[in-house]
């Protein structure tokens, strides 16, 4: 286990009930980027992927 699965598994544990929608989860990511701007770039590529998630849908 990756020491970042930790924090996924948490996330899952603690809101496995809940639905968000994408506006949420885009103000949550520029809300934690204006707190931590050095994880500004890892933000951005995960960001990306995820918009592009569906480009290798053959």
């Known amino acids: 286990m990756y020491a970042t699965d930790r924090g996924i598994e948490e996330f899952e544990e603690r809101r496995a009930d809940e639905q968000f929608a994408t506006d949420y989860i885009a103000a ?3 809300a934690f980027v204006d707190l931590h701007p050095e994880f500004e770039d890892a933000v951005e590529r ?5 918009a ?3 480009e290798d849908d053959d």
Not at 46 to 50: E, Y
């Open 52 to 54: 592009r998630d569906d």
């Open 46 to 50: 995960f960001a990306t992927w995820l």
């Open 28 to 30: 949550r990511m520029r």
